[in-house]
């Protein structure tokens, strides 16, 4: 069919290509898996493709002749914003969304002949539900990766910073625009960056890696102790191109482990001495008694003594509960009760 044809030659083709198809046309357009449409230049629908009778669920017979907003629209007249309409007077391509039981994605391409002139137009709807789906997916998981407390990093296999969520710039202390396009071995002691390279030389070769533990350095010189989850991220053609570092600041736990580890080493250095010497001097008094070398009087005056000896000994405790209840504001408020009592 030449280009240079009118608005009836297109029509008069299309009428004949609907009573007596051309076997080739008819399979190749048979075969696209989008409805498309051929429309005049004054949106009636001159011609289809069997992905249409069953977008539309209805023969061609019923749907030649008419207009697409009868069809797909319902209605008896273009809808506002109707790609079509813009089209015919952009002479290019319009598009737009479209919601029915799903999304699609409509998109009109004008026929122009060779003088300038609008003869008709290609109306293809495509299925863009999945994708729409996964876009909002991803805004959502992108919201939550952005946003949580945790440090969130991507980087290139050569080690380049690629993304740096709000969490990796509250731990670290560098900004987006800071770290983005520089090697995360700036993060690294020159100790730890012999384990960096293990480490990648292992996701590179496709073997995982487990969680671990490393002391990393803040902008501001100071390091801090880290727990890292580290995992290949693929693309499309399951080929790795880039790491993905989760990580989970320790600092505050292993501060708050190590004055546990204190508190209770001298509880027990309170507590051992003193305990010991009640115990002994109870075994003692119970000794005594048995073999009648004591009175009950003076067994009685003995145990005071240990009583008051294991007073002592809860007054020390309390003493010590009471400093670190007011050293440390992180513990919960249930234990500081408990541990003023």
């Known amino acids: ?41 004054e949106g009636e629908i001159l011609y289809c493709n069997r992905a249409t009778e ?15 907003y009868e069809l797909v629209h319902k209605l008896s007249h273009f809808i ?7 089209s015919m007077g952009s002479h290019k391509r319009e598009s737009y969304q479209l919601f ?11 026929l122009i002949n060779d003088d300038g002139d609008v003869i008709g137009a290609i109306h ?17 998981l992108a919201e939550i990766v952005e946003n949580t407390c945790d440090a969130i990093v991507s980087i290139k296999t050569d080690g380049i910073v690629k993304y740096w969520n709000y969490g990796a710039e509250k731990l670290f202390g560098y900004s987006e625009d800071e770290i983005t396009g520089k ?4 993060l690294f002691t020159e100790s ?9 030389k292992k996701l590179l070769s496709g073997e995982t890696f487990e969680r671990f533990e490393s002391a990393l350095l803040l902008k501001n010189g100071d390091e801090a102790e880290i727990s890292i989850n580290v995992q290949p991220m693929y693309d499309e ?26 508190f209770v080493t001298e509880s027990a250095l309170r507590l051992k001495k003193p305990v010991e010497i009640i115990r002994n001097n109870t075994e003692d008094i119970k000794n005594l008694l048995h073999s009648d070398k004591i009175s009950k009087e003076d067994a009685e005056i003995l145990l005071n003594i240990q009583i008051t000896n294991a007073d002592k000994i809860l007054e020390n405790l309390k003493e010590l509960n009471n400093a670190v209840v007011k050293k440390q504001t992180s513990i919960p408020d249930a234990y500081a009760e408990f541990l003023k009592k």
């Open 237 to 262: 053609r399951g080929i790795i191109n880039g790491i993905s570092f989760m990580a989970h600041d320790l600092s505050q736990e292993r501060k708050a482990e190590r004055e546990l580890l204190s």
């Open 183 to 186: 090697d995360i071995r700036i």
């Open 192 to 200: 730890k960056k012999e384990h960096y390279e293990e480490i990648m």
């Open 124 to 140: 293809f709807i495509t299925d863009i539900n999945e994708i729409v789906r996964l876009n909002t997916d991803k805004t959502n």
């Open 80 to 86: 506002e914003g109707c790609p079509f309409v813009k």
């Open 100 to 110: 029915m039981d799903k999304w699609y994605m409509v998109k009109i391409d004008p």
């Open 54 to 68: 069953e977008f539309l669920e209805m023969p061609s017979k019923d749907i030649l002749g008419r207009h697409c």
């Open 1 to 41: 069919m030449e280009n240079k044809i009118n608005a009836d030659e297109l029509r008069e083709w299309t009428n004949k290509q609907t009573e007596s198809p051309d076997r080739m046309w008819q399979m190749i357009y048979n075969s696209m898996a989008e409805p498309i449409f051929i429309l005049s230049n």
